[in-house]
């Protein structure tokens, strides 16, 4: 094997890792509390997510560089793959709560109103990127979470201050991660599977898939945390 092919495996080990290196120095409060409810929201979401990256797959909207796998395989996609889509919400997760040490969690009054309008504007947005299949199903997929999370009072984290802030340093993380990924490439996409808009070498639709990944993921997360 050629070292590249261990590349998108390094950096899933370092995502992996780095929670706990982290808390190290941080010393993050009942980590084995925060071990045990990830995994329980992973065998509700992970599971979730990973079929649908292995939809995309199979579509051939995402296609994956075998230069950067070692070639073991889990169904249609790449071990290292499978191992991403776990290492990378545990250690947005593991952000969520260093944030937490920081800012006082703080509730938010929004009424649904505000949920309604970005359900009501991703639905429009599915619609008229409707030839772009990639980009619709992202939007249709940000227009049932905005729903879905309009239905939660106490236990919505949409409605805290720590989430905004730790959307922000997510966004932050992903660019930086996202960078990686499609400039290597490790990932590339199918052109009329998206709009044609990047950042860099990053299609502007990612950004709202990634959004949304770790939405559904911390959202599940803090009801498990809440109960």
Request: proline content about 4%; hydrophobic content about 55%; glycine content about 4%.
């Given at each position: 094997?050629?070292?590249?092919?261990?590349?998108?495996?390094?950096?899933?080990?370092?995502?992996?890792?780095?929670?706990?290196?982290?808390?190290?120095?941080?010393?993050?409060?009942?980590?084995?509390?925060?071990?045990?409810?990830?995994?329980?929201?992973?065998?509700?979401?992970?599971?979730?997510?990973?079929?649908?990256?292995?939809?995309?797959?199979?579509?051939?909207?995402?296609?994956?560089?075998?230069?950067?796998?070692?070639?073991?395989?889990?169904?249609?996609?790449?071990?290292?793959?499978?191992?991403?889509?776990?290492?990378?919400?545990?250690a947005s997760i593991a952000l969520y709560e260093l944030i937490n040490i920081k800012f006082t969690e703080k509730r938010i009054a929004l009424d649904n109103t505000f949920f309604y309008l970005f359900a009501f504007t991703y639905a429009a947005l599915a619609l008229i990127f409707s030839a772009h299949a990639l980009t619709s199903n992202i939007f249709l997929l940000m227009t049932i979470l905005m729903i879905a999370i309009s239905f939660f009072k106490?236990?919505?984290?949409?409605?805290?201050?720590?989430?905004?802030?730790?959307?922000?340093?997510?966004?932050?993380?992903?660019?930086?991660?996202?960078?990686?990924?499609?400039?290597?490439?490790?990932?590339?996409?199918?052109?009329?599977?998206?709009?044609?808009?990047?950042?860099?070498?990053?299609?502007?639709?990612?950004?709202?898939?990634?959004?949304?990944?770790?939405?559904?993921?911390?959202?599940?997360?803090?009801?498990?945390?809440?109960?």
């Open positions: 094997m050629q070292p590249q092919q261990y590349y998108f495996l390094l950096l899933s080990i370092v995502l992996l890792i780095a929670p706990f290196a982290a808390n190290l120095y941080f010393k993050i409060p009942s980590v084995q509390r925060i071990l045990l409810n990830y995994v329980k929201t992973y065998s509700v979401v992970g599971t979730l997510i990973t079929l649908l990256v292995s939809l995309l797959v199979s579509r051939g909207d995402l296609q994956l560089n075998t230069k950067f796998t070692t070639g073991l395989m889990l169904g249609n996609i790449p071990m290292e793959l499978c191992l991403f889509l776990f290492a990378a919400p545990f106490v236990k919505n984290v949409f409605l805290t201050k720590n989430f905004y802030i730790y959307s922000i340093f997510s966004l932050i993380t992903f660019i930086v991660v996202a960078l990686i990924l499609t400039g290597s490439p490790f990932i590339t996409h199918t052109k009329n599977a998206v709009t044609g808009f990047y950042l860099g070498s990053i299609p502007f639709e990612q950004f709202f898939f990634a959004f949304f990944v770790s939405s559904v993921f911390l959202t599940v997360y803090y009801l498990f945390k809440k109960r």
